[in-house]
């Protein structure tokens, strides 16, 4: 039986996606290979945010050089918001003109043919023309690039072979209006199209038949989506209606803009001292938001274009704890960005100090070529940034730790996820607000919710016992 293997670079929606390009694949008869060096076709999902990402993923390719002037016959493809930019197509097309298959993230679903037209085995479905983004059709690529620069419509129906039977990402969305000038994701991904809500619900049923008891609601910005069911559907009506599918246990989503954190939203997460939903709360969503703050300083936040200042941020934070005190809040961090001064970092060491974040996200700022920000002219002195960065990192973590330990002695309903990292007979879980524990256990599988008492509180993680 033919194989194929899979790397997946980044964030979630690319881990979701990568789902739909094995979905593809499994459907069209490959089984999963354990190793590159063993599969027909070699895909690499890549992901342009993350710092270091054009350096990493060239060092990849360098080793799949290897497999494909071992075995010719094997179909290396690459995929994912990289594609999406001319200049990392240019540079496939000059220096890896070995890559049998370029595609963008725009074409997903046309992975059968492309891969045919390219020498995988699959059969052509109709005969397929590359789509042109400049570098196609030039040179070592010729007829490899299939990139369309934008999404006509989502496509629905497409099948996907979920990393997890228990729990599972669910896109509702796909793309960004925001333009944040440090950040390429709208550039890449495209104007935002929200899935229609029958379509998220169809799916949410399915897996929850399917014993998925968690999901994760997937977008760029979340509280951005507006649906279309006869009317104008808004996110927290689609959190209600995906809260009350028969099944699923825990509802969680990704991620959200704080400029558009309405008050419907944060009145979803209302809560008693019991931790029982309360008022408009929803039974279950789960008690954690993550929401990227990126610095505390309006200065730079206005530079950045997020469009909320340090004061909004910090209202929304105190509603957040007034519909439940015990909200994990969660947030990423840019540190460095352009013009950011000692004064503009002291303002976000302040902001750490008044909201005291259960964990976070910390990124050097390292500039996107294409973006506003890349071209600013006051790039900050490495050395500087480094050393606020660590001052940063070094206080967020002091702080998660003493949180943390406030929580030892309690009681947490856990969903248990597989082995822990932290020796034999461990397994590690998520207690309903997302924090994870390990705990030594037998007799529980994967997706079982157990009862375990927190012994132990680390910076990142919780030690814990099964409650009997
Ligand atoms: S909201 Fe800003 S940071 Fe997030 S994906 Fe959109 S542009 Fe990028």
């Given at each position: 039986?033919?194989?194929?293997?899979?790397?997946?670079?980044?964030?979630?929606?690319?881990?979701?996606?990568?789902?739909?390009?094995?979905?593809?694949?499994?459907?069209?008869?490959?089984?999963?290979?354990?190793?590159?060096?063993?599969?027909?076709?070699?895909?690499?999902?890549?992901?342009?945010?993350?710092?270091?990402?054009?350096?990493?993923?060239?060092?990849?390719?360098?080793?799949?050089?290897?497999?494909?002037?071992?075995?010719?016959?094997?179909?290396?493809?690459?995929?994912?918001?990289?594609?999406?930019?001319?200049?990392?197509?240019?540079?496939?097309?000059?220096?890896?003109?070995?890559?049998?298959?370029?595609?963008?993230?725009?074409?997903?679903?046309?992975?059968?043919?492309?891969?045919?037209?390219?020498?995988?085995?699959?059969?052509?479905?109709?005969?397929?023309?590359?789509?042109?983004?400049?570098?196609?059709?030039?040179?070592?690529?010729?007829?490899?690039?299939?990139?369309?620069?934008?999404?006509?419509?989502?496509?629905?129906?497409?099948?996907?072979?979920?990393?997890?039977?228990?729990?599972?990402?669910?896109?509702?969305?796909?793309?960004?209006?925001?333009?944040?000038s440090y950040?390429?994701?709208?550039?890449?991904?495209?104007?935002?199209?929200?899935?229609?809500?029958?379509?998220?619900?169809?799916?949410?049923?399915?897996?929850?038949?399917?014993?998925?008891?968690?999901?994760?609601?997937?977008?760029?910005?979340?509280?951005?989506?507006?649906?279309?069911?006869?009317?104008?559907?808004?996110?927290?009506?689609?959190?209600?209606?995906?809260?009350?599918?028969?099944?699923?246990?825990?509802?969680?989503?990704?991620?959200?803009?704080?400029?558009?954190?309405?008050?419907?939203?944060?009145?979803?997460?209302?809560?008693?001292?019991?931790?029982?939903?309360?008022?408009?709360?929803?039974?279950?969503?789960?008690?954690?938001?993550?929401?990227?703050?990126?610095?505390?300083?309006?200065?730079?936040?206005?530079r950045m274009?997020?469009?909320?200042?340090?004061?909004?941020?910090?209202?929304?934070?105190?509603?957040?704890?007034?519909?439940?005190?015990?909200?994990?809040?969660?947030?990423?961090?840019?540190?460095?960005f352009p013009?950011?001064?000692?004064?503009?970092?002291?303002?976000?060491?302040?902001?750490?100090?008044?909201?005291?974040?259960?964990?976070?996200?910390?990124?050097?700022?390292?500039p996107?070529?294409?973006t506003p920000a890349a071209a600013y002219?006051?790039?900050?002195?490495?050395?500087?940034?480094?050393?606020?960065?660590?001052?940063?990192?070094?206080?967020?973590?002091?702080?998660?730790?003493?949180?943390?330990?406030?929580?030892?002695?309690?009681?947490?309903?856990?969903?248990?996820?597989?082995?822990?990292?932290?020796?034999?007979?461990?397994?590690?879980?998520?207690?309903?607000?997302?924090?994870?524990?390990?705990?030594?256990?037998?007799?529980?599988?994967?997706?079982?919710?157990?009862?375990?008492?927190?012994?132990?509180?680390?910076?990142?993680?919780?030690?814990?016992?099964?409650?009997?």
């Amino acid at each position: 039986m033919a194989s194929y293997w899979i790397e997946t670079m980044g964030c979630q929606m690319n881990e979701r996606d990568s789902e739909t390009i094995a979905g593809l694949l499994e459907r069209e008869g490959y089984a999963r290979a354990a190793a590159a060096d063993a599969a027909d076709v070699l895909v690499v999902n890549t992901c342009s945010v993350r710092e270091n990402a054009d350096n990493r993923f060239f060092g990849l390719l360098g080793h799949l050089k290897a497999v494909k002037d071992a075995r010719p016959e094997a179909v290396v493809a690459v995929c994912g918001c990289m594609m999406q930019q001319a200049h990392i197509v240019e540079r496939i097309r000059e220096k890896h003109g070995w890559v049998d298959l370029v595609f963008g993230t725009h074409n997903i679903h046309e992975l059968p043919e492309m891969l045919a037209a390219a020498g995988g085995r699959m059969p052509p479905l109709h005969p397929n023309e590359a789509a042109g983004d400049g570098a196609a059709g030039r040179g070592g690529l010729r007829g490899k690039v299939h990139v369309r620069a934008a999404r006509e419509a989502i496509v629905e129906g497409l099948p996907a072979r979920r990393a997890y039977g228990f729990k599972a990402y669910v896109n509702i969305m796909v793309g960004c209006n925001n333009f944040c000038s440090y950040c390429i994701v709208p550039y890449v991904r495209g104007r935002e199209m929200s899935r229609e809500p029958e379509a998220v619900l169809d799916e949410v049923r399915a897996l929850a038949e399917s014993g998925t008891k968690e999901v994760m609601l997937l977008g760029q910005n979340v509280n951005s989506y507006a649906g279309f069911s006869g009317r104008s559907v808004s996110f927290p009506e689609l959190l209600r209606a995906v809260d009350a599918v028969p099944g699923i246990e825990r509802v969680r989503f990704m991620t959200s803009h704080p400029k558009d954190l309405s008050e419907d939203l944060i009145a979803l997460f209302e809560r008693g001292a019991g931790g029982a939903a309360r008022g408009r709360g929803l039974a279950h969503l789960c008690p954690s938001i993550h929401l990227p703050v990126q610095a505390g300083s309006s200065r730079v936040l206005a530079r950045m274009n997020r469009r909320y200042t340090k004061e909004a941020y910090l209202r929304l934070v105190e509603k957040l704890r007034a519909a439940n005190p015990e909200i994990v809040i969660t947030t990423d961090f840019i540190v460095g960005f352009p013009g950011e001064t000692e004064d503009d970092f002291a303002e976000t060491m302040d902001l750490i100090e008044r909201v005291r974040y259960d964990a976070a996200f910390t990124f050097l700022y390292s500039p996107r070529e294409g973006t506003p920000a890349a071209a600013y002219p006051d790039q900050v002195d490495e050395a500087a940034a480094h050393a606020r960065f660590d001052r940063m990192v070094a206080r967020l973590n002091e702080i998660s730790l003493e949180k943390n330990r406030r929580l030892v002695g309690r009681v947490e309903q856990v969903l248990v996820e597989g082995p822990a990292r932290t020796g034999e007979g461990m397994l590690a879980g998520r207690t309903f607000s997302g924090r994870l524990v390990n705990f030594p256990g037998e007799k529980v599988a994967p997706g079982d919710i157990v009862a375990v008492r927190i012994t132990d509180a680390k910076t990142f993680s919780f030690g814990g016992e099964l409650v009997e």
